[in-house]
């Protein structure tokens, strides 16, 4: 099992900066590769924001380009998106999430942004 712990969300003006950090714990030599989500509303799925894999490949969300950047540093176990120009609609809460070997994945509780205009 992998946990995540995610933390970093807080109350930002549009324009503003964030750093979200996500910690992993348990088994994180079966991760694969780790990523950022939101959920856009109650009750739907999560949406991609940005995910890294161990072989270093990244992919980002349409809207997280060029504004999010995600990284991370295994010495820490920790995975980082740091969120620049931030806007009103980035508003949600992002969850952590692990990947692991044959289709297992792992989800932080999450943290929330929220972003005035």
């Known amino acids: 099992q992998v946990q995540l712990v995610e933390s970093g969300g807080d109350f930002v003006q549009a324009g503003g900066s964030l750093k979200l950090s996500c910690e992993a714990s348990g088994s994180i030599h079966s991760i694969r590769g780790m990523g950022w989500y939101h959920r856009p509303a109650p009750g739907k799925q999560h949406e991609l924001v940005a995910?890294?894999?161990?072989?270093?490949?990244?992919e980002y969300s349409d809207s997280a380009k060029g504004r999010f950047t995600i990284s991370r540093d295994n010495g820490k176990n920790t995975l980082y998106l740091q969120m620049t120009d931030l806007k009103p609609e980035d508003t949600s809460v992002y969850y952590c999430?692990?990947?692991?070997?044959?289709?297992?994945?792992?989800w932080g509780k999450g943290t929330l942004v929220t972003v005035s205009s």
């Open positions: 995910r890294i894999t161990t072989t270093g490949s990244i």
């Open positions: 999430n692990a990947e692991l070997e044959f289709g297992l994945e792992y």
